[in-house]
DNA sequence: TTGAAAGCGCTAACAG
DNA sequence: CTGTTAGCGCTTTCAA
């Protein structure tokens, strides 16, 4: 029958051994909002004797309390988690970037969210009303397409939640970017090409993958230009995906024997470490030797940029710290009220060199 | 002064444009009580006029109403969210594993929270009490040291949060383990091999990386034992990293010219495809040629498998899945109360033949 | 078929 | 220094 002796009638939301203030607060005798304030770790010496909050804290670190995160979420109207959205979180670059970002958030008292946006035509609607209804304090974008970017600020506006674009060329007006520094390191790997004594310098990359792709060509484009070296329009590899089946054929039609020697690239910028790699491994398939007769510079300094054949010199992007700079202007938004400005962070990038290059012949 | 006129006096929490529950009843002219059970998507029919229903659900989206999780979560007790605790979080394995996780999280309504495990020494009892306090449902745990995982078993224990380890050896009996089949695609390997007509296969692992390179190397023994296959001990390069700088001198040493041809190995299995990669290179650079002279698998199938020098046969492990039977099996017992058994899951692993095999010499 | 009401565990005013 | 008092927005009985 109703009216039980049984005090714990609860809707079932008690979990085991969970411990609320309240119980510390009967045990200790004071009142919860008393436990509430030392528990939030608020300037000591005020409002709680010392003793008292001795007490309190050893009461609750015998009960074994832990703080309900969303009843502290409700309470006080802020969620302390970011979103990360990305249709790529399965590749090193985005996993990185999330580790950064992660790095800062807990040191924040906050923590990152991944949102699904799987499939190929994910429902993006979908998914970013999840960011509304998660309160998320912030959300970080990577990679995303322009129509994703259009529903991301529908939504992000109507609740005035900031977003940080990570990596993302597309220049935004409306929100902040966190790029890296892509010109600096091709002119980096550029000047130490020329400085080998290069001089017949192609680029290969894959233009469908991603605006970063095409922007890095222009920017090759543009850096040759600067230094007086003429681009056959050959030289300029664009093909369209990351894959070795169709790049090989593309870099394998520019080397293949059959011309005079001295129309053909001595060396190589790309706009990723996997093109990269296939550019050394069809070069070699045709007898040239790299780095001896043909040098090839990777971008984005992936694990497996040390174990390719030969190590590859590439130009190194720091994703852990695009992912940091992201999240901590985000937690200033968070915080400081900040609106979202239309600013950039440029992140340095640089030049590792490994074995992939070596003087012109 | 205060008792002014101005409605909107709250804590601050009011976030622009969120509109409430009751926002709507009061549009409506219903209790926000109907609004909940509408919204909430219940069975139609039952308590609610289908016409009254139509109302609700055409002013929460006309006033583009978003449900709010913490609110959502608090009442009902349940967090709709699963932790995902790693090491190795910016790495290609991690990031699939969690791919796979978010899929089957966010077709039930759950999200994936990546839990912060940063630098050489983490504050593992840190990061397991912020699972607690977040009052997550469930979490996944890959790679992690067997103190951490007493740490956690403990903090998941007191709260019965179930766990789900994913693509870790140490047979635990309390808790469920989702792996995948590395006998099973030894075997693959092995067999594809020994129909190529090899019988001298040597093993490279790294054995601190993880306790998995361990188990495989044992697995190697094994199933070299089932094949009546001797292995000479030097056969096994049982280095301590994943480190270019250390596995190729192992490697090297083995196959340095200076001793008589047929006390070579003519095919490696690895535990690892950079592994593979390493042993790749560091066999041409002695003037093997991959794979007529030497047949190199390797195990993971990294996208840069694709792209190594010849493209990699490897064991592939099916990271995504791993991360959706984890996900499942949480999700499960988050609502069939289901006690964390110490089942185990594995999952099938296969062979991907590329071109770093062929029949031996 | 609907509304009223009681919390969930916590934060934050405010009053002593 | 400390307790009281309101909520936060929602879920969930229970009554009507």
Same mark, same amino acid.
């Given at each position: 029958?109703?009216?039980?002796?049984?005090?714990?009638?609860?809707?079932?939301?008690?979990?085991?051994?969970?411990?609320?203030?309240?119980?510390?607060?009967?045990?200790?005798?004071?009142?919860?909002?008393?436990?509430?304030?030392?528990?939030?770790?608020?300037?000591?010496?005020?409002?709680?004797?010392?003793?008292?909050?001795?007490?309190?804290?050893?009461?609750?670190?015998?009960?074994?309390?832990?703080?309900?995160?969303?009843?502290?979420?409700?309470?006080?109207?802020?969620?302390?988690?970011?979103?990360?959205?990305?249709?790529?979180?399965?590749?090193?670059?985005?996993?990185?970037?999330?580790?950064?970002?992660?790095?800062?958030?807990?040191?924040? %008292?906050?923590?990152?969210?991944?949102?699904?946006?799987? &499939?190929?035509?994910?429902?993006?609607?979908?998914?970013?009303?999840?960011?509304?209804?998660?309160?998320?304090? &912030?959300?970080?974008?990577?990679?995303?397409?322009? !129509?994703?970017?259009?529903?991301?600020?529908?939504?992000?506006?109507?609740?005035?939640?900031?977003?940080?674009?990570?990596? !993302?060329?597309?220049? /935004?007006?409306?929100?902040?970017?966190?790029?890296?520094? !892509?010109?600096? %390191?091709?002119?980096?790997?550029?000047?130490?090409?020329? =400085? /080998?004594?290069?001089?017949?310098?192609?680029?290969?990359?894959?233009?469908?993958?991603?605006?970063?792709?095409?922007?890095?060509?222009?920017?090759?484009?543009?850096?040759?230009?600067?230094?007086?070296?003429?681009?056959?329009?050959?030289?300029? /590899?664009?093909?369209?995906?990351?894959?070795?089946?169709?790049?090989?054929?593309?870099?394998?039609?520019?080397?293949?024997? %059959?011309?005079?020697?001295?129309?053909?690239?001595?060396?190589?910028?790309? =706009? %990723?470490?996997?093109?990269?790699?296939?550019?050394?491994?069809?070069?070699?398939?045709?007898?040239?030797?790299?780095?001896?007769?043909?040098?090839?510079?990777?971008?984005?300094?992936?694990?497996?940029?040390?174990?390719?054949?030969?190590?590859?010199?590439?130009?190194?992007?720091?994703?852990?710290?695009?992912?940091?700079?992201?999240?901590?202007?985000?937690?200033?938004?968070?915080?400081?009220?900040?609106? &979202?400005?239309?600013?950039?962070?440029?992140?340095?990038?640089?030049?590792?060199?490994?074995?992939?290059? =070596?003087?012109?012949?």
């Amino acid at each position: 029958m109703r009216g039980t002796i049984n005090e714990k009638i609860g809707s079932g939301g008690e979990r085991a051994g969970m411990v609320t203030m309240s119980d510390i607060a009967r045990r200790v005798g004071v009142s919860q909002a008393t436990v509430s304030y030392v528990l939030s770790g608020r300037q000591s010496g005020v409002r709680v004797r010392d003793e008292m909050r001795q007490r309190i804290l050893q009461t609750a670190a015998d009960l074994g309390y832990r703080r309900n995160d969303m009843a502290r979420a409700m309470s006080s109207g802020k969620s302390y988690v970011l979103g990360f959205v990305t249709r790529i979180a399965g590749q090193e670059s985005s996993a990185r970037m999330m580790v950064g970002a992660q790095e800062v958030a807990s040191e924040n %008292g906050y923590s990152i969210q991944l949102m699904p946006l799987h &499939g190929k035509s994910p429902d993006y609607a979908a998914a970013f009303a999840r960011l509304a209804e998660q309160r998320v304090a &912030g959300v970080l974008a990577l990679n995303l397409k322009v !129509d994703a970017i259009e529903l991301l600020r529908q939504e992000t506006e109507r609740f005035e939640i900031p977003i940080a674009f990570m990596d !993302d060329p597309p220049p /935004l007006d409306w929100a902040m970017r966190v790029i890296s520094d !892509d010109r600096g %390191g091709l002119r980096l790997a550029l000047e130490h090409l020329i =400085a /080998l004594g290069h001089h017949r310098i192609g680029f290969v990359s894959a233009q469908r993958e991603s605006p970063l792709a095409e922007q890095r060509r222009a920017l090759f484009l543009d850096l040759m230009a600067e230094y007086g070296l003429p681009v056959p329009n050959e030289f300029v /590899l664009a093909t369209d995906w990351v894959k070795p089946e169709i790049v090989e054929p593309a870099v394998h039609a520019l080397l293949a024997p %059959g011309r005079p020697r001295e129309t053909y690239p001595t060396a190589f910028l790309t =706009a %990723g470490d996997l093109m990269a790699m296939v550019t050394m491994r069809t070069a070699r398939a045709l007898g040239y030797r790299v780095p001896q007769d043909l040098s090839v510079v990777g971008f984005a300094d992936f694990i497996s940029a040390t174990f390719a054949d030969p190590p590859l010199t590439t130009i190194a992007q720091p994703f852990e710290e695009i992912g940091r700079c992201a999240a901590r202007y985000l937690l200033d938004c968070a915080h400081a009220t900040n609106p &979202g400005s239309g600013a950039e962070i440029v992140i340095p990038t640089y030049l590792v060199v490994r074995a992939s290059t =070596a003087p012109a012949v």
